[in-house]
């Protein structure tokens, strides 16, 4: 046999049904609820399969190993009934080891129809009589119908409860125990809608397999007798292992009265809504699963913000911040976070970001192996799908490697992901907008839009409001003269009022470069204090405001107080020496000469303008 490769599509849909669409492409199909089956249909891995949960794979013919066993000979068997003209080649019959059983499907009369025979290692084929004592081995003209249909319709007739199984064998083992039952011959996934006026006022109780497969097939069923049975129940017995069936239930101590005793407990099944859209009906607002979040009542799980802010506030570090403390599952600002992968993906480049990575890890001991991954990138979510497509494609494939579920994509900035569009045109922002929920849907993960705001602060995010319009929660950055950020919620839904929170940048040295000079970095650090708490400070240089900050902070981690000195009573100071040191790690000076100059114009500066103390060999804030 021949084209499996080119099987790979068809093989999937009849095994596993209808892929993902959050985690699908057109070459991949992915399955499950985040897509941890991979099913390349198209492409240069076409015909092969991965579960990266499982950390199996292989080509068409494990795949049928794995969904329906009997290893490759199995699976070879299976795909001759399942496609008996695959390759361009009709079915040839090749049963192997011993037949274990022959079930016959008969007409209304008893008439045989066909038979399908089972043989041992596992295998099914399909045969029916060749009027002259002998078999044709496929099915080509045979009317179908269900197993043993003489007695279904009999039982009818009686007006007795009716059971739908999946296999042959699973009806014989019921109507050996005088319990009325059929099935479709091929199983799961082969139920024909013409059977259905076989069951016309008919009571129905449909039993699935304990698998995918068989709870489609229920549903399937359940769907196509709805309108002519006088009763459809659908009765998941509880306890079966993977894949077990009614035989199994009743091998582990189940009865004929429980059997019974729970059809009955059944409720009458009713059809899914096929829509595309999702909807809540009036009654079931309390079945909702409840409101999830990345960041607890800020950023909805799955949702869609933005941070901005003035150029140069900062914006980048603190959301950089936020994705790696979500890929460590760590707190952000005292606020729970759900722990999953994030991709960032930073169009105004890599350099800069790979840096800023660096000082996070080494301030903030982060872990190896983390599911986070930088995609420095600009990406055109404008012009065409082409742009979004390609990114929804890279964004699955890193997802799949991730030890955690994608829970965050972050576009830095939209400025470099409007392409030709302009930000002063709702139009245009809608465009970028739509396909960022688009994203949303098909990789199931929360969106963040790093945005900027025009000069005048007081107008909000820079050009048109569509972005805030649309996102679910929106934080604005500012920076103040004493350095000091501050992140204000502007909008968050479903949330309650949350307070602005504080943070400043503390610089971080990852080493030299080839002249000597430190190379750095800076890492958010969250603040108690309040942008307020600089009022009434005269303006500083810049100089003067990173010497005031550093002696803050030297202050507040190896402060002593102060004996002997011209300070005032129970003030806390540091030594001059463990001051200079702090100035320099927050970047005072690019080279030790001008270091050593900044940090003493700015030590008088400060004290001439009664800003600090100083009394050899201490100093110490006074306001």
């Known amino acids: 046999m021949t084209g499996f490769i080119d099987m790979m599509a068809a093989v999937a849909a009849r095994l596993l049904g209808e892929p ?3 985690h699908s492409s057109k070459d991949e199909w992915r399955y499950g609820t985040h897509g941890s089956l991979s099913v390349k249909v198209g492409g240069p891995h076409k015909g092969t399969w991965i579960d990266h949960e499982a950390s199996e794979g292989g080509g068409v013919l494990d795949l ?8 490759k000979e199995g699976a070879t068997g299976w795909l001759r009934r399942e496609f008996p003209d695959f390759a361009g080649r009709p079915e040839v019959p090749s049963v192997r080891g011993r037949t274990v059983a022959t079930y016959p499907y008969h007409d209304e009369t008893g008439t045989l129809l066909f038979e399908v025979v089972r043989s041992d ?23 179908m119908v269900p197993y043993h249909l003489p007695e279904l319709l009999e039982a ?3 007006e007795r409860t009716v059971f739908i ?18 099935c479709n011959a091929g199983g799961a996934g082969k139920w024909r809608d013409d059977f259905a006026a076989h069951f016309a006022g008919a009571d129905v109780v449909i039993v699935p397999d304990n698998d995918d497969a068989g709870r489609d097939h229920a549903e399937k069923v359940a769907r196509s007798l709805a309108s002519v049975a006088a009763r459809v129940r659908v009765l998941a017995l509880a306890g079966l292992p993977r894949k077990g069936d009614v035989s199994d239930w009743l091998d582990a101590g189940g009865t004929v009265d429980e059997l019974h005793r729970l059809a009955e ?3 009458t099944w009713k059809p899914t809504v096929a829509t595309r859209l999702p909807a809540v009906w009036w009654g079931d607002e309390d079945k909702q ?3 999830q979040w990345l960041v607890k009542g800020m950023l909805i799980e799955g949702g869609l913000s933005t941070v901005y802010g003035p150029p140069g506030t900062s914006k980048t570090f603190l959301v950089l911040d936020l994705a790696l403390h979500v890929a460590h599952g760590r707190e952000w600002f005292g606020r729970r976070v759900a722990t999953g992968g994030v991709v960032y993906v930073s169009g105004e480049g890599g350099s800069g970001m790979r840096q800023r990575m660096k000082a996070w890890r080494k301030e903030r001991d982060g872990e190896a192996g983390r599911p986070f991954v930088l995609v420095p990138s600009s990406v055109d979510l404008f012009e065409g799908d082409d742009g979004l497509e390609t990114l929804i494609s890279d964004v699955r494939q890193h997802a799949g490697m991730m030890s955690a579920p994608l829970r965050l994509v972050v576009l830095d900035t939209l400025s470099r992901m409007i392409g030709a569009g302009d930000e002063d045109k709702a139009r245009d922002i809608n465009v970028v907008v739509q396909r960022a929920e688009r994203m949303q849907r098909e990789l199931g993960c929360h969106v963040l839009v790093v945005h900027h705001s025009g000069k005048d602060r007081e107008r909000g995010a820079r050009g048109s409001n569509a972005l805030l319009g649309a996102v679910d929660a929106a934080i604005e950055i500012s920076r103040h003269e004493t350095g000091l950020c501050e992140g204000k919620i502007a909008k968050v839904k479903d949330g309650g009022d949350i307070a602005p929170f504080t943070y400043e940048l503390r610089q971080s040295v990852l080493g030299a470069d080839e002249d000597g000079d430190d190379i750095t970095s800076c890492v958010v650090k969250p603040s108690d204090a309040s942008p307020g708490e600089a009022k009434g400070l005269p303006k500083l240089t810049n100089p ?8 803050i902070e030297a202050i507040d981690e190896q402060g002593e107080e102060m004996h002997g000195s011209h300070a005032p009573t129970s003030t806390r100071g540091v030594r001059v020496e463990t001051w200079r040191e702090y100035a320099y790690r927050r970047g005072l000076g690019d080279t030790p000469d001008a270091k050593k100059k900044a940090f003493q114009r700015a030590r008088e500066s400060l004290k001439a303008k009664g800003i600090i103390g100083i009394w050899e060999p201490f100093a110490w804030i006074i306001r």
């Open 20 to 22: 993902n669409p959050h």
């Open 64 to 71: 049928i190993a794995r969904c329906v066993g009997g290893g």
């Open 121 to 143: 290692p596992k295998d099914f084929r399909q045969r029916r009589p060749d009027g002259a004592g002998g078999h044709t081995w496929n099915l080509k003209g045979v009317r």
């Open 156 to 158: 009818i007739g009686q």
């Open 165 to 182: 199984v999946e296999g042959e064998k699973d009806v014989d083992r019921l109507g050996r125990l005088n319990i009325p039952a059929t």
């Open 265 to 267: 407990e059944a409720p």
């Open 289 to 291: 699963p409840p409101l």
């Open 544 to 551: 003067e405001r990173i010497a005031r900050e550093a002696l």
